[in-house]
């Protein structure tokens, strides 16, 4: 009798742990959904909202601009007229110049929402849900600006900046079909 009992406090005791583990993962994932829809809701503050701003024809002529302004640069001080930073004081005709970093910086923080989504920080599904056709119009309102910072005239190898942005992208239109 001392046996079944002993038992049946094993299978009570494994139960009453299956449950703990369950309701700790379950309790775990609405927190991942959670945050998810906060860091949506901050993005679409501090950069979705701000980017509406600009236009596809804006945001390439900004990349136009800054691959012509870095060449020019480049040609400055090559010919040693002076620093990069006296080209910027001297040569204002590039005034897009802090258009295009407020820009990598949008840029920047959608990368980094990006790869917690990747990395399973964020939820995924929960993404997909809110902002799968925005994301990807996006992407593609950037790509003039991320093909600039990956084939940078300054460098002679090739660059993969925002490679997140890119495979979220992916990933959301692939679980959306």
């Known amino acids: 009798m001392e046996l079944i009992i002993s038992i049946i406090a094993v299978i009570i005791s494994f139960v009453t742990f299956l449950y703990t583990v369950l309701v700790e993962y379950r309790g775990e994932q609405r927190e991942k959904k959670q945050s998810t829809l906060e860091a949506l809701n901050l993005l679409q503050e501090q950069v979705f909202d701000k980017l509406n701003e600009y236009t596809f024809a804006e945001i390439k002529d900004i ?3 800054w691959n012509e302004s870095a ?3 480049r040609k400055f001080v090559t010919a040693k ?3 990069a930073t006296e080209f910027w004081n001297t040569h204002h005709e590039y005034n897009t ?4 970093r407020v820009l990598s910086g949008y840029l920047a923080r959608i990368e980094h929402f990006s790869l917690g989504v990747n990395t399973g920080i964020y939820d995924v599904k929960v993404t997909e ?3 799968t056709s925005y994301l990807t119009m996006l992407y ?3 790509e003039p600006l991320i093909l600039t910072k990956n084939n940078s005239n300054n460098s002679s190898y090739e660059n993969k900046y ?3 942005f890119g495979k979220l992208v992916t990933a959301l239109t692939k679980l959306e079909a």
């Open 63 to 65: 990349s136009d601009k």
């Open 71 to 73: 060449e020019e640069k």
């Open 81 to 83: 007229k002076g620093t």
């Open 97 to 100: 110049i802090n258009e295009y």
């Open 129 to 131: 849900r809110a902002a």
């Open 140 to 142: 593609k309102k950037l």
């Open 162 to 164: 925002h490679k997140e």
